[in-house]
T-cell receptor, first 112, second 112 residues
Framework: GQQLNQSPQSMFIQEGEDVSMNCTSS?????WLWYKQDPGEGPVLLIA?????ELTSNGRLTAQFGITRKDSFLNISASIPSDVGIYFC????????????FGQGTTLQVKP | NAGVTQTPKFRVLKTGQSMTLLCAQD?????MYWYRQDPGMGLRLIHY???????AKGEVPDGYNVSRLKKQNFLLGLESAAPSQTSVYFC???????????FGQGTRLTVV
């Protein structure tokens, strides 16, 4: 099936550092989403992007919808211990079903 | 307002046994989804529903059946469980015109 390639697979950083992760595809998407999953919980939506080139922030998080519509980026500034978790990108190609295709996830660990 | 509730949270099955996972949402969402999450694979769509009485296959539907008899409930059935179905199962729901799906807390299923 179709896949989104998310990188890096895992990151281990120092508290206070900035984090960048990205998601790429060979296909065009109309919408990009970024989710965070805490241990034992379901994914929670962080940011949704609806237009190519769009740059959206949510607190210390900033995400961008790539111009080619085939990629998206998530940046976390000044990381803190509660940023620990798995971050997923997800893309949607058609809006009449709401189906999402997920990346493999980026596991983030933050050292205090 | 409970959001998306999954029942049960944990289950161990023997190969060949059957079971039904229940998903209930109280947000009056039209769309509902069942995903499975495996290490390194992200979330993969099993089946989905765009409204009461309708269901459709996702990316990995084999070995599963679903039913949406009521708008607020979406049931996932395993008729004859196999070890390959050991996974964490997530239910999600969304409004028709929005893409931000809300996820349940997951059901951890082990088939021995």
């Amino acid at each position: 099936g179709q896949q989104l390639n998310q990188s890096p697979q895992s990151m281990f950083i120092q508290e206070g550092e900035d984090v960048s992760m990205n998601c790429t595809s060979s296909s065009i998407f109309n919408t990009w989403l970024w989710y965070k999953q805490d241990p034992g919980e379901g994914p929670v939506l962080l940011i949704a992007l609806y237009k190519a080139g769009e740059l959206t922030s949510n607190g210390r998080l900033t995400a961008q919808f790539g111009i080619t519509r085939k990629d998206s980026f998530l940046n976390i500034s000044a990381s803190i211990p509660s940023d620990v978790g798995i971050y997923f990108c997800a893309g949607q190609q058609t809006s009449n079903t709401g189906k999402l295709i997920f990346g493999q996830g980026t596991t983030l660990q933050v050292k205090p | 307002n409970a959001g998306v509730t999954q029942t049960p949270k944990f289950r161990v099955l023997k190969t060949g046994q059957s079971m039904t996972l229940l998903c209930a949402q109280d947000m009056n969402h039209e769309y509902m989804y069942w995903y499975r999450q495996d290490p390194g694979m992200g979330l993969r769509l099993i089946h989905y529903s765009v409204g009461e009485g309708t269901t459709a296959k996702g990316e990995v539907p084999d070995g599963y059946n679903v039913s949406r008899l009521k708008k607020q409930n979406f049931l996932l059935g395993l008729e004859s469980a196999a070890p390959s179905q050991t996974s964490v199962y997530f239910c999600a729901s969304a409004y028709r015109v929005r893409v931000d799906a809300f996820f349940g807390q997951g059901t951890r299923l082990t088939v021995v």
